[in-house]
């Protein structure tokens, strides 16, 4: 089992910037893929970025590329979301979020049916 702590949430300005941070416990962490999704008020959950278990393959929904990073340090069990250019319609309860699944396309990634493991949330608010 493995449990997922986001941080680095905040109230930042339009432009500004960024860094979630997600922790995760137990040793299997570094086998998992892992994802981050966002959602808004009134909004259904959304993919954001994800990045399999080694950390060769990201993937990341049209609405962040270019301007967000996924990566991730498995020596510290950690994931990251670099969010650079950041814009009101960012505003969001951000998750990190786990899973096993093998997906050669990257499909399974913006599923988040596909993942096991969620983490409570860290809320970004972007003022305009």
């Known amino acids: 089992q493995v449990q997922l702590v986001e941080s680095g949430g905040g109230l930042v300005q339009a432009g500004g910037s960024l860094r979630l941070s997600c922790a995760g416990s137990?040793?299997?962490?570094?086998?998992?893929?892992m994802g981050w999704f966002r959602q808004a008020p009134a909004k259904e959950r959304e993919f954001v970025a994800g990045?399999?278990?080694?950390?060769?393959?990201?993937y990341y929904a049209d609405s962040v590329k270019g301007r967000f990073t996924i990566s991730r340090d498995n020596a510290k069990n950690t994931i990251y979301l670099q969010m650079n250019s950041l814009k009101p319609e960012d505003t969001a309860v951000y998750y990190c979020a786990a899973g096993s699944f093998t997906s050669r396309s990257g499909i399974y990634y913006y599923d988040p049916w596909r993942y096991h493991y969620w983490g409570q949330g860290t809320q970004v608010t972007v003022s305009s």
């Open positions: 137990g040793r299997a962490f570094s086998t998992y893929n």
């Open positions: 990045i399999s278990w080694n950390g060769d393959s990201t």
